[in-house]
């Protein structure tokens, strides 16, 4: 995957242009084929080489935002209209039914909010638009949350990129640093949150075991 990292991830956006980053993004967003893509950093070093006047940070966030609403609608179709049937397929290169539980897994905990929550989380964000499809979650909230999200996901990494390349020097020596800083962050929310849960969780299961434990003693003592 080293096509995808640094420099070479900067020859590839050199190369493809406005068309191939719709494509990319759009492709990442909602079609099963798109989950290895790299969104984040693409994002990232895309609003890096806008600051380099290769691109135009206008074009580029219109074009970006444009490809990830659009993907997720396609993803959010193709779910409702594939349906369960999803689960009875077999894992093949370029589909993992692991992948597609553990965007279930988000939809259940966070419910639309996944919709949102998953733009910042790798592969999550390819499944959770066909997993809320699945779902038949309301449509007109699913745009809601769509567009949300991405709003947030691509102006915040592409202005990041676009912004750091101005105050940090010889800042493409560090982009696999950089982008790596940022998913990281951009995942720590989530991950909190379902550690806290897993907290809470284990908490009430000792309170309702110490609960049972003096109920039976109190019956014993009678």
């Not at 990442?28 to 895309?46: H, N, Q, R």
């Not at 493409?172 to 949150?193: R, T």
Request: glycine residues 8%; proline residues 3%.
């Amino acid at each position: 995957m080293e096509l995808l990292q640094g420099e070479n991830l900067i020859k590839l956006i050199q190369s493809v242009g406005y068309i191939g980053l719709f494509a990319i993004v759009f492709a990442e967003s909602g079609l099963l084929i798109g989950f290895f893509l790299p969104g984040d950093s693409l994002l990232f070093t895309a609003g890096f080489l806008a600051a380099q006047g290769f691109l135009n940070i206008y074009w580029l966030i219109a074009i970006l935002l444009s490809a990830a609403i659009l993907g997720d609608n396609v993803g959010y179709m193709f779910g409702k209209k594939v349906g369960l049937r999803l689960f009875d397929k077999k894992d093949s290169f370029l589909f993992h039914k692991k992948n597609l539980m553990r965007a279930e897994m988000f939809y259940e905990r966070y419910g639309p909010m996944t919709i949102v929550v998953a733009r910042f989380i790798p592969v999550v964000r390819t499944f959770a638009p066909i997993v809320a499809g699945i779902g038949k979650m309301d449509y007109r909230l699913f745009v809601c949350y769509n567009i949300v999200g991405g709003v947030i996901w691509t102006i915040s990494l592409t202005l990041a990129g676009f912004y750091l390349s101005k105050v940090i020097p010889d800042v493409e020596k560090h982009l696999e640093l950089i982008i790596a800083v940022i998913i990281l962050l951009s995942v720590m929310p989530p991950i909190l949150h379902i550690l806290k849960e897993r907290h809470l969780r284990k908490r009430e299961a000792r309170v309702t075991t110490r609960n049972d434990r003096e109920y039976e003693e109190n019956n014993n003592a009678v």
